[in-house]
């Protein structure tokens, strides 16, 4: 494996085989083998999507940026040359600067092009590959969007918003809860088998909705998983010992960072709090994050803040109550979602009449 340093131009990872261009020779000292396989995919009538793909290695990005070679996708580009050309759009990783490209590599070598480090690896090892494609795993995170009408927040007759999520015992109704419209998850992940694989399925499905975990063993797994599929801020964690978690949140975090580090991704930003049943929470506990009232009863209850997830489970004639008393986020199962939207809908309603 040889790497050679650059600038970074256009930030992104690409693995691909390289195609050489330069000014004297474009597209015509591309390899006939790579040729013949753009050639293929066109005769075969492939979609642009389904094109082999390739890396450009060439002289400078000015040439670089306009080849294009029939039935090819350019997934990167690395230029030998530091001239930029800023009126140019890159939308692909792109490093220029690289000293010596041209003689470094041939073609239909296999090449890396990190944008983020400005690093240009050709013929890479196999512990190298497997790094970077993890590391396009990890950054490549299928998106979704929620749009239909069952996703919109429910808001009562006066105005105000209720988070409604949907509890679930591992991935357990994740798809029904989702389909259902719940506005975020609140997961218990104790006494589950898998519990990297579980939290990353619902992370992952659940695309940036709100996601709080109860947990009390495998943080780091967690963690792991927050890293590859969470945005900032989405994922919470809570346990019936607060301070504990808290401390092995903060031992994990020191492995997270390194391994972070080693993939080029931001080290994922978790809240932690405490999570009680109703009847046995001291109203002055202000770590509390979620207080599961399905249960008991609603009183001895302390002060709610917007952050608090209460547990209602099945009994939704509670909402109108909670929201007078302050909550703004509520859990019921996977099938009551839609219902739970629909009472918030309600409450205020008499009032008008």
Known sequence: ???????????????????????????????????QTGITALRRGATTSDYPEAIIACDSLAMGAVSRIPGIN????????????????IDVPCVIGVTDLLRSVSEDE????DGYRGEVHIDPDPQTVAHYQQALERRNVREKVFITS?????????????????RLRGADGLAESLEAGADGL??????????????????????????????DVHIIEVLRAAMAYCTPGQMTLVAENAGLLRSQVESAMDQ?????????????DVAVGGFARAGTCSPE??????????????????AMHEDIVVIIGENLSRIEHLVQVGVRRIAVGPGRVADAKYAIRSIGSEDEA
């Open 1 to 35: 494996m040889r790497t050679l340093e650059g600038t970074s131009r256009h930030p992104g990872i690409a693995i691909a085989v390289a195609a050489v261009v330069d000014a004297k020779m474009g597209i015509n000292g591309v390899s006939p083998a790579l040729l």
């Open 74 to 89: 350019t997934i990167g580009i690395a230029a030998e040359s530091d001239t930029d050309v800023p009126d140019i759009e």
């Open 110 to 113: 296999i090449v890396i092009v």
């Open 150 to 166: 069952e996703h919109i927040p429910a808001r009562t007759q006066s105005g105000e918003t209720i988070v409604v999520y949907a």
């Open 186 to 215: 609140l997961v218990d992940l104790r006494r589950i088998d898998d519990v990297a694989g579980t939290s990353g399925e619902v992370l992952r499905e659940a695309a940036g909705k709100p996601v709080v975990f109860v947990v």
């Open 256 to 268: 997270i960072v390194l391994e972070a580090l080693q993939l080029d991704i931001e080290a994922p």
């Open 285 to 302: 506990d202000s770590s509390l994050l979620v207080i599961d009232t399905a249960e008991n009863e609603l009183e001895g209850l302390p």
